[in-house]
């Protein structure tokens, strides 16, 4: 890397950029300052003069001081001794030339930007993110050099030394105008300036920058990691690394050996042995090679390039040293004189190699006569020394360094600029070479000739790690940080020297061997039981914690205690060196032993082939299998790198965590082991997501991970870039160019399992994207070639489908143009996609072809896309019948574009390995790939830290199970969705709140003749602010949420749902009204003629007795003796209501079926008929008598079956369920509100289910006995009864002489003050006051009702959440209670149960009363809970709501009282006036109607509004005293507003468990049904057939099994596997079941806990395959619900 420009080297090491600019008129001058440095060498440095000191002048010093010419005056002044007058002079000139340096370093860091990087370094985290694109082939301006540069050089683009600048002037551009030389025009003067060499001195000197300037200025404002970085990436470009570099401010000799210690080199040595040649390949840190090393020095100047010279020993196509010819090479270079670079060649054991074994070169760049102490340096580490003389003469200065070389033992090559003599060796190991007039091919011929014969004898060699030892060399590696770090990791792989390489894992790392496999094992067959699988189940879980007590037994090896002490307590720098550190040992630990079992692989597998490929099928070849397989096993063994530890921590981690166990004396904290990975992954170090030894994603330990990273950043979004491919097809390679990554490749060897690596968006770009980091995901290559013995095609399909599960984007990568291979991968890639579309995931994908002969040619790429296409559709038709799927092409199952998704790569190499550099269209090819991901990826919104987490963990329990489609569930969805299904109950609530409100209004309306007939259209005008709100909110949340993107896929739904919902509210509500307005029309026409007459009447009867107006006895009595007459006087020709016997029409009806009274009577005696949908066995109802005589079959199947099989008893239990629903819909569609109870009705519904039944028994091979319909129809009486009560009271209500008997203590009071001579304001008042009392206390009740639904459901938790918040606060309220019925109700009807719990809910919260009640039977055991909820004050809040609308009421009729009273006054109004304002006031709120014909009397209207306040305060008075009872006798009541508002959801039941969907909308289609409970078959009654053992498997241990079950009991031989459910019917297609078992402890507490109770309900026994596991009774109550808040 060196520019010999005309050689013409200052004095002083950084001045040659002086020297090079100096015009020809100095030249003479810089000769003489040449020769005076010649003499003494730059050592005036304080570092170099001590090590002059040190040396005392090597001999070969004092001979080049002789053989000098005479020295002139300024000359001598050097020779004088160091007390010499003239030192202050040379102390002068010394600090001259270093402040002309140091000034030349500044402008040139000036001009590239790079002034404040010399403090603050590049460090790799500057170029560990995603930026802007680099520009590949525009110039680009001197400040952007560096970071340009590093960019492409990152890249692997060597191309980056030689970037065309843009000069922001017009001076020192490639366009420099030629300057034009201004003389008189004569021809004589024309002439002299043609032969003149001077140049007019205001043309610019400055010319753009170095390209080696910008290396090594760069290189010089690094951190230490970042110029490791580099000077890797320079090696992966095959060009010259730094060895020997010069401190920009102190000038010390520095050697940058820690920048070497990541660059590892393959060769392979080529031996003669007994007439052939032995090839031996070579693999090993560089540091550590011991190589023969070949120095060029140059002495003096001359025209000859040096480092153009040693590139066609190297490399003929590859300019591994920078030379004067190189592209954009200049003049002024500042910083490469008295650098010495190194680089290595590497042969690769083929006959046209041009060195049999590795050799090192080494190139002291400018004039080693000047830099003593470099060359002295090198000369001694060097095996041969070649030397560039201009000639060879004494007189030369350089005549005593030559003279010294002679006579030393070290080999020497002089190469002389002017003589031609060619080749001569002058002695053994001494040889010169006139260079004139020779071409510089044979010239490097000659050379390798002669090294290569130098080389073939005895000769040092050259390692590069004994540059520490060298004294003077100050060396990186002495830094305190490093050198703690370094003394750290040497602490923790001492424990390992000496050992056998393939047994340190079993010592030091046994949590992830043996134990670790063994128990992915047990895992995975968790997912295949057979046999009694509860049983199977539990035992295989005891054996993965007993696994898991053995690794935390293990976990404490020294190894692993080191390495977590220095990861916890070294500072971050020092942790980074302990990091690089420790694999650097670890890898040296394992080279030898890799290279040699790798050699052997090789062997073995050559001779695999060779069998195969004869077709060899003996035992010979079986033989070769198994050896080669012996020496896979020997590989994994010895495979052994930094990501084994972090995978032993994992492993720790896990071990405790599962077990709870808390770190013993002596031992790591492993709860902080997440931590600490954490702080590494977010640092950019790659971590291990799925183990590739074992197979396995430990996934509680990637959560953990995961969850401290969202610690350290917060919860980031980011884009998951995935990457597939075969093995070594140059995946990581690929994303390391891409992104800087450095993913975990030790030793040489291929990336196992699956790793991921956080790359930061850069500032610059951050706007243009939804996330803030690219998470690269980075795996094993599918079919691995050391897994082929011990894995199937199953591990790539789990790899492919996890990794593409988990990006937002996936890279397929394919290397070659193999169509076998090809097709493989294809069909991997495909299925795993066609997988992704069926579980709504829906990744993108980019197919990269690496290794492609010639990309350019667009015609035969548009012929590989067509092939490429072709063969995707080709498996995706294949991939269709074996996934169930109908897709016919690639782009069915994923958004595919052909022509833009398939990037085309070069190959990687620029020529044949090892020697070749990258090749320039690859790093073209990776940036471009990375502009078009970025293009993709800015549409994408990504993951946040959180969602990537949990979809890895989604993604590995469905690909746990042997059917990923069937078994897949997406907890983020499904998370997401249950807050979608709270938001739709907070909007169905505010809707049907709404609603109420408004039918209150109407209904008002209605009782006071204001409204007839209540039209659709009007209620939905009156809902129409709240439905417009509601439709606003649901626009902003499914636009506004973080999670839009999930939400998109229900919006549609729900909005269709709502609008559904808002429909149905106002439909039913007109249908209640209408309902009410037709009960209230007959006797609304006849109120007010009532009300007339009884109050004309009782003021006839007050004047006749009005004498006896004091005695409230007689005026009672005379009162009650003509009411009865007045009643039948005003409703004659009313049908009176008669007498209903509920009881007495039963029996009746019964009877008439044919039932005896002694049947009825005892069923109705023992209250059994109650119970009869919740009968455990129906067998005592059942008898067998089609084919022989009744006791004889009873006998016979009472042996042959001993009960009925459970399918029969759910018939029997699906009758009662269907008889029961047809009869109460058949009852409630029975005009009973309007005209009263029939007993026909009840006669209707005995024949419909005396039909049922029979036919019921015509498909059966046994009849019910008459018992069974018996009770059957006294348990639907009894259901239907209520509402029946209820309607008819209604009706009564609305009858005419219910109305007038209702006024009868109305009209006495009136008739009361009539007789005691009271006034008609009076009368009115106590009129008026009393319907506003009545109609008060129901509007205050309903209001507060309406009130106290909305404050529990806002408040309560048991109401407040989605339908799966109800279910689970219902279920633990069952086992607090501990209430076996309840439990079998929930069973058997599970709505019924939760309204009974929400009935329940709602009393506790609203009436203090209760606590007595709650304080016996819901809390028995637990006081403490009892106390805090029953002394809360619930009841002073209902309290204070229902005294608020007793408020809002006063006010309200105070308002109307004073408007009407005003308004009647003002316009000198009636009586009439008055009340018609008065109560259109109220219309809307009170039920008022009161006729004024009595009381047209009235005319003083302020006495009239002073009486009506004193009744006002009197009502309030006596509202404020209401109990809140009061509330059940009115229509509105808390607890059925919450039923109806709480119970509109699905009702579905489990076909195998019968566990109730938890979906909080009734009809969720296409949404699948699901439970996160299910529960054992024995809790619904399961046995085995033909027997009485209880069946305690759970459906979600089944759908994970191996077993079969029959979905059809009238074909027992159709089988179908529960893993393939779905298929077996529609009952089973739409439940989503999968293998959970975290929620299960809640059913196992419930059949441990009530195991006597199941056993007697259904007549059955845990017994046999039934029994109950003894680990089940280890789950306590508070166990079970604790479980129920994991949901």
Known sequence: MEADNHDNTAAGGGGGSEAECLTPNDKEDEMEESEANAECGPVNEAGEAHHSEKNNESTSGESEIKSVPPATNRQGTLHMDMSGNKQPMKRAEEINRKTQYQRETETLLGRLHLQDKHKHKFSPADFLKVGPPVKQDQDTCEKDLADTFLQRLMMLDYRGRYIPVRQDSAAGSYSTPVPVFNTPETDDSDLDALFSTRVDSHQSKQTHVHPMDVQMAVFHCSDSFF???????????????????????????????????????????????????????????????????????????????????????????HNTFFHRNCPGSTKSRYLMDRVAEIAWYCPAGKLNDAFTDCVAFCNLHGDALLFKKQRDILIEKSSVCVVLVPTLEKSQSSAGVISALFKS?????????????????????????????????????????????????????????????????????SNKLCQKGKSAAMKTVHLLSGMDVSKIKDKFLPCQGQLWHKWCIINKELHHLKGHIEKEKCEKQQKLIKIRQDQCSASCSQLMKSFIESLSSLSS????????????????????????????????????????????????????????????????AATFGLEHIFREMGQIYEAHASLKKQPKLGQTDWSRYPALAAELMVSGQPMELMDGDAGHVPVTWISSLLNEVIQKLGDKRVFVLSVLGVQSSGKSTMLNAMFGLQFAVSAGRCTKGAFMQLVRVSEEIKKDFKFDYILVVDTEGLRALELAGNTTLNHDNELATFVIGLGNMTLINIFGENPAEMQDVLQIVVQAFMRMKKVKLSPSCVFVHQNVTDVAAAEKNMDGKRRLQEKLDKMVQLAAKEEGCD????????????????????????????????????????????????????????????????????????????????????????????????????????????????????????????????????????????????????????????????????????????????????????????????????????????????????????????????????????????????????????????????????????QELGVEWSLIGESRSSGSYKNISEVGDYKHYVTHTKSLSAKLTELVMEKVRPHLRHEEQQLIRSLIDEVEKQSLDTIKSKPVVTRGYRSAYLQEVANNVKEKVSEFESKRKYTLKKTFLVDLLLYIFDRAGGWLSESHKKFQTNNARSYIESKKIQHYEIFKSFCKGSSSAVVLRQLICEKLKSSAVEVVCNKTAIDLARQMKCNLPEFNGNRLDLEKNMLKSLAKKEDFDGFITYIRHPRRQVETFIKETAENYIFKENKETAQKYIFKKNKETAQKYIFRENTDEAQSILQKNIDHIKKLVSQALLAATEKTKTKCGGIDMWMEEFSSLLKDELTFAVCCQNFSDINNFDFLKEEMEKGLASITEEMSRISLDKMKEFRMKPDEILIEQLCKCCWVTCPFCAAVCTNTMDDHSPDDHSVPFHRPAAVNGVHVINSVE???????????????????????????????????????ANWRITHDESKLKYWIWFVCRFQKQLEDHYNLRFQDGGEIPTQWREVSKDDAIKSLDEM
Request: glycine share 4%; hydrophobic share 35%.
């Open 573 to 636: 720098t020092e942790k980074e060196y302990f990091l690089k550190w420790t694999q650097i040992l670890i890898d040296a630990l394992s080279t030898d032993d890799l290279c040699l079992i790798l050699q052997k692989y090789d062997e073995k597998w050559s001779e695999v082939l060779a069998l195969k490929k004869k077709h060899n099928k003996s035992d010979q070849l079986q033989s070769k299998q198994h050896e080669l397989d012996q020496i896979s096993a020997k590989l994994q």
């Open 409 to 477: 033992q070290k080999p020497l090559i002089i190469l002389i600029a002017d003589n031609d003599c060619g080749a001569i060796q002058m002695k053994e190991g001494k040889y010169k070479i006139g260079l004139k007039d020779s071409s510089q091919s044979s010239i490097s011929d000659e050379l390798k000739g002669i090294i290569r014969n130098i080389l073939s004898g005895p000769h040092a060699s050259f390692q590069l790690e004994t540059m520490a030892e060298v004294s003077g060399v100050r060396v990186d590696e």
């Open 1590 to 1628: 209880l069946c305690i498997d759970f459906c979600t241990t089944s759908v994970a099994s191996d077993r079969s079950f029959i979905p059809d009991s009238k074909h027992p031989e159709k089988l179908i596997r529960y893993k393939q459910y779905r298929t077996a019917g529609p009952r089973y």
């Open 887 to 1150: 897709a016919q092409c690639f782009s069915d199952v994923i958004a595919f574009d052909v022509q833009n998704d398939v990037k085309y790569f070069a190959q990687l190499w620029e020529g044949s390995p090892p020697m070749a550099p990258p090749n320039p269209g690859y790093s073209e090819s990776v940036q471009e790939l990375k502009n078009f991901i970025l293009s993709k990826a800015s549409q994408s919104p990504g993951i946040t830290l959180s969602q990537f987490e949990s979809k890895i963990q989604d993604l590995w329990n469905a690909l746990m199970n042997e059917h990923f489609v069937f078994s897949f569930k997406n907890t983020l969805e499904i998370a997401v969705y249950r807050k979608l299904e709270v938001q739709y109950g907070n909007w169905t609530w505010a809707l049907r709140s709404s609603m109420l409100t408004i039918e209150n209004q109407l209904y008002t309306r209605i009782e006071n003749g204001k409204l007839d007939k209540v039209e659709l259209s009007y209620i939905f005008q009156e809902m129409n602010k709240t439905y417009g709100e509601i439709k606003k909110e649901m626009a902003t949340y499914f636009d506004d949420n973080n999670d839009k993107e999930i939400l998109v896929q229900w919006r549609g739904q729900f909005e269709i749902k709502i609008e559904e919902f808002h429909d149905e509210l106002a439909k039913g509500v007109k249908r209640k009204l209408d309902e009410q307005s037709s009960a209230c029309e007959k006797l609304d026409d006849k109120k007010t003629e009532f009300e007339n007459k009884l109050l004309q009447k009782s003021k006839e009867l007050a004047h006749q007795l009005k004498d006896k107006a004091e005695d409230e006895e007689e005026l009672e009595k005379q009162f009650n003796s003509v009411w009865n007459s007045w009643v039948t006087e005003l409703i004659a020709g009313v049908k009176p209501i008669e007498h209903i016997d509920y009881e007495e029409d039963q029996t009746a009806i019964l």
């Open 227 to 317: 110029k490791q970085n580099m000077i890797t990436k320079l090696s992966q470009c095959q060009y010259a690394l730094p060895m020997l570099v010069p401190d920009l401010v102190t000038e010390d000799i520095d050697c940058p050996l820690w920048t070497f210690r990541q660059i590892r080199k393959t060769w392979k040595i080529t031996q003669i042995r007994d007439n052939s040649n032995i090839v031996t390949m070579k693999n090993m840190p560089i540091c550590e090679a011991e190589t023969a090393m070949v120095l060029f020095l140059r002495l003096g100047s001359l025209s000859l390039s040096k480092s153009q010279l040693m590139n066609t020993l190297i490399n003929e196509r």
